[in-house]
């Protein structure tokens, strides 16, 4: 049977952990990894602050290259002591890209939910470029 895209998000979200914007506030505090999946001119428009842009499309590609995990002799095995949150504009593209970080073996793996436009509803603090 075929899926749209819609019914393999709601799929996916039943496996993975989905957060609300609270939460990620709350923990901004902390030492997180803070990924921003948007495309680069989304990312332009303003981002989360302490977000690390790496675009969907090139996400697994391109985790070695965030700064918790550069200069690491393992530089996933680093990264993975962290929580890791992901967001895009509304929780979809996070969702799929937290299931794939966990098939990768990441367990501390978060989306969240309503990505940045729930954050810009709750009005919390967004920087610019």
Not at 13 to 38: C, F, S
Not at 84 to 92: E, M, N, V
Not at 102 to 128: H, P, Q, T
Request: proline share 6%; charged share 25%.
């Amino acid at each position: 049977m075929i899926k749209t895209a819609p019914q393999l998000v709601e799929e996916v979200k039943q496996g993975i952990k989905e957060v609300p914007v609270t939460t990620l506030e709350n923990q901004l505090a902390h030492k997180i990894v803070l990924i921003d999946v948007r495309e680069p001119d989304e990312y332009l428009q303003g981002f989360i602050p302490g977000a690390v842009n790496l675009p969907r499309g090139i996400l697994e590609t391109s985790l070695t290259t965030l700064p918790q995990a550069k200069g690491a002799e393992a530089p996933l095995d680093e990264l993975a002591q962290h929580e890791i949150y992901l967001y895009c504009r509304s929780g979809a593209r996070s969702a799929l890209a937290t299931e794939s970080l966990m098939r990768m073996g990441f367990n501390r793996v978060y989306s969240v939910a309503g990505g940045f436009e729930a954050w810009k509803k709750a009005d919390l603090r967004i920087e610019m470029p």
